[in-house]
């Protein structure tokens, strides 16, 4: 009996990885992204959340290596003199938090939706003009509108302490129907095939066709486009905030800080802008990246339109 | 055609209803009319006077059914803030973005047909890879980043251009303000339509490369090749034809989502467009203005998508000729 | 007879990741003028990488690394892309299998018959459409005058292989290559069309490369037939010696395969076994591990083409009296 460990050590998939040096880079730093920005609290060299440890008079220093700047403080401090390489830290947890938490509920709502309109012709079509209708507003228009809406009717009091749960169920709902309609797509597409015919022949119930036959055969398009959506989803968080219907200042994502940094390029504070900046592309682009692989390697039909 | 037209209109104005009852739904429950009309400072009788007056106090598929009424006239309400009509206020905004879409819809159009298409028949050349992972990356930056950026290399730093807002605009038409007539509008453009078209530029050219490369593998072309037809031909009459299509309605909805994306792009640049005004409707909690931004922007998607679809029947003659199978 | 084709030791590989992959193996073969050659074997067999060899239009990574292509006193394997596109469908015409997928669904049947005609020869659109009429009537469409502004997908399959078959002859070729004609379509049409393309083969005194698996249909159309097995051609001869005597055990257990071989049996014949993997080949004879007749030196050399008393070419240690040491 092999280990499934040692099955995946054999598989061709793992094979295929290790020949692609673009897929292993773009690996690499995703793992040490993610790690640097959950270890934040450990190895951050200070607490952005921690008032006390803040100064003002620390605001806008320029980062280490340029006139003005100081050795504590590597990449700078923000306008409100807080460590930037610590905050920017803090701030890609939040992102990748809303980012993966956003996905799962897309998947869940979406995988859901698409199984149901796939299998039972009655909700198909409303279930997927429904779908048609919000995808053709954008999923960023769905998601700013919900945010915009969220805002006027609570206020702004207390926001901060629901923010992440908060835009994670915005764009969670903003996003599903990409799922609803890849998964349709499959599941259209699988229920012809055979063996869903064999299941039925054999007395199955519809639910465990559906569950136990179907569903796993619309993983590989399931997987292939979750990896684009989480840098979709970390895409709309940082857009929501720059819009300043994300994450407060006081508990900034990269998004947010990129706004907060806006103002100060034109006073020559570059780096509070620049350096989110550029962490947030890199995260994406190695998200993309592994996402492209991904795709190459499971290839699925993905459903187009 | 004729019913496959028929259709699509009948698809369009269902959707719009849709909307439309969102947006009355939105507005229903956290708007507050009588405040957009008279402010706060009235007594609370005479305010119940009103609410009767306006009818406000009628079953909600009643006051739908006035609303959508005052819709289809072209009254979306009134604006709280700017103490005109919604309608109005979004008329008179409504160039400015268009003119935005417009420029950057121009950008991309005649930059990814190009870039996508040699990308697809010389997929080994260094230029395709070149522009295959600047695709990349482009598809990686967020917008507002890319204008940011912009404006911190081009305006802070090399003093090329301006930072912000639309410069001098002529007035054509008596109402349309239009900065494409002048030197210095033309100049505040720039740097918006690039940002715009940032995001879906890269997203056009993967989109064309992919479609050409899989059209290239088909039998029709590999039978093109048989004829002895020139490569021009068979590139451009054989292969980009057949592309057009799933590009045209992918395509057509990509360009209908940059109306969103000119939230983005008008908060970075202070253009003084529907983004702009819509994000500082959100901010005044101007309901019934970000209600009828809903309606006025579902519209305009539907409107595209609707013509998108006639259009994709105009080119595919197994729609044009013999009516959708 | 004077010889219309000869070709000469053609090797094809294709350069897979997995390794490189012979798909036509040292194939010499030669056509006169006016003469039709079957090519049968199972799928896989390399059947139609030949066919697409004569013309050089393999799909990628497929080369030809080795061998000639004489073709009116030249070389057509050496030939550049532009002095070989002279040649395709001009000179050498193909008709592909399918004819669902051959014809361009976004292009008439006039524009896809006239760029032929434009692109090999000098003659205005008036005249290129007389020659288009000419040969629709010629493959017997009915009205086709019609027919030259209607769609692929306006048409039935079989009409549409007759519209392919017709492009094939705008330029009056010397030699048509046609892989597997019939396959896609219905088999009451299957008859038709190879009635048609005989038909025409004679008036117009055609070669013709008859690419299928289907050993019936070529002995009544073809002269010759060549029997190809994992990229070699292990019997050659004339169709009716192939046929009624059979010398290659593979040709004959082709021959026991066919349906009315069967005879009262309620099972079909079979030749046990599979091809081997191209990728995995055998050191000696390439049927040796399915075959009944084997000797010991069938595991350790390759048998070659060999001519025996009844003229049928044979490669096989135990028919062919040549190959005895």
Known sequence: MRTRWQRFKQSYMLYNFLRDPVAITSFIILAFLVFTSFAAPIIAPHDPYDSSTIDIMDAQMAPAWIDGGSSEFLLGTDAQGRDMLSTMLYGMRVSILIGVGAVCLQAFIGIIVGLLSGYVRRLDNILMRFADVQLSFSTYMVAIFIGAIVQTMFGVAGYDRVAVPLLIVIIGLAEWPQYARTVRASVLAERKKEYVEAARVIGLSRIRIMLRHILPNTLSPVLVISTVQVANAIMSEAALSFLGLGMPITKPSLGSLITAGFEYIFSGSWWITIFPGILLVSLILVINLLGDWVRDFLNPKLYKG | MFAFAVKRILQAIMVMLIISCIGFAIKHNFGDPVRDLVGQRVTPTERAEIRERLGLNDPFMVQYARFLGDAVQGDLGQSYFFKKPASEVILKKAPATLELVLCSAFIITFLSVPLGIYAAIKPQKWFSRFIMGSSIIGVSMPVFLTAILLIYVFAVELHWLPSYGRGKTVCIFGWWDSGLLTLDGLKHLIMPSI????????????????????????????????????????????????????????????LGIMVAFTILTETVFQWQGMGSMFIESVERSDTSLMVAYLVFVGLIFVLVNTAVDIIYGLVNPTIRVAGRK | METLIDIKNLRVDFALRSGTVRAVRDVSLSINKGERLGIVGESGAGKSVLGFSIINLISKPG???????????????????????????????????????????????????????????????????????????????????????????????????????????????????????????????????????????????????????????????????????????????????????????????????????????????????????????????????????????????????????????????????????
């Open chain 2, 195 to 254: 940002a715009l078209s940032s995001i879906m530029l890269p997203l056009f050219i993967r989109l064309i490369r992919s479609e050409m490369m899989e059209v290239l593998e088909s039998e029709y072309v590999k039978y093109a090749w048989a004829k002895g037809l020139k490569p021009r031909r068979v590139w451009w009459v054989h292969a980009f034809k057949n592309t057009l299509l799933p590009v045209i309605t992918v395509g057509g909805v990509q």
């Open chain 3, 63 to 325: 080369k030809i690394t080795d061998g000639e292509i004489i073709f009116k006193g030249h070389d057509i394997s050496k030939y550049s892309y532009d002095q070989m596109r002279k040649i395709r469908g001009n000179r050498i015409s193909m008709i592909f299998q399918d004819p669902m997928m051959t014809l361009n669904p976004v292009l008439t049947i006039g524009t896809q018959m006239m760029e032929t005609v434009l692109a090999h020869m000098d003659v205005s659109k008036k005249e290129a459409e007389k020659i288009c009429l000419e040969k629709l009537t010629k493959v017997y469409i009915p009205s086709p005058e019609k027919r030259l502004s209607q769609y692929p997908h306006e048409f039935s399959g079989g009409m549409r292989q007759r519209i392919v078959i017709a492009i094939s002859l705008l330029t009056s070729p010397n030699l048509i290559i046609a892989d597997e004609p019939t396959t896609a379509l219905d088999v009451t049409i299957q008859a038709e069309i190879m009635d048609l393309l005989l038909e025409l083969c004679k008036t117009e005194n055609m070669g013709l490369i008859l690419i299928t698996h289907d050993l019936a249909v070529v002995s009544e159309v073809t002269q010759r037939i060549a029997v190809l097995y994992a990229g070699k051609v292990v019997e050659l001869g004339l169709s009716e010696q192939i046929i009624n005597n059979p010398q290659h055990p593979y040709t004959q257990g082709l021959i026991q395969a066919l349906p009315q071989m069967a005879g009262g049996k309620k099972r079909l014949n079979q030749i046990p076994g599979m091809m081997p993997s191209l990728l995995d080949m055998p050191k000696g004879c390439p049927f040796e591990p399915r075959c009944t007749i084997c000797i010991e030196r069938c595991k350790q050399e390759i048998p070659i083409l060999k001519e025996l008393e009844s003229g049928t070419q044979v490669a096989c240690f135990m028919r062919n009296g040549a190959n005895k040491r």
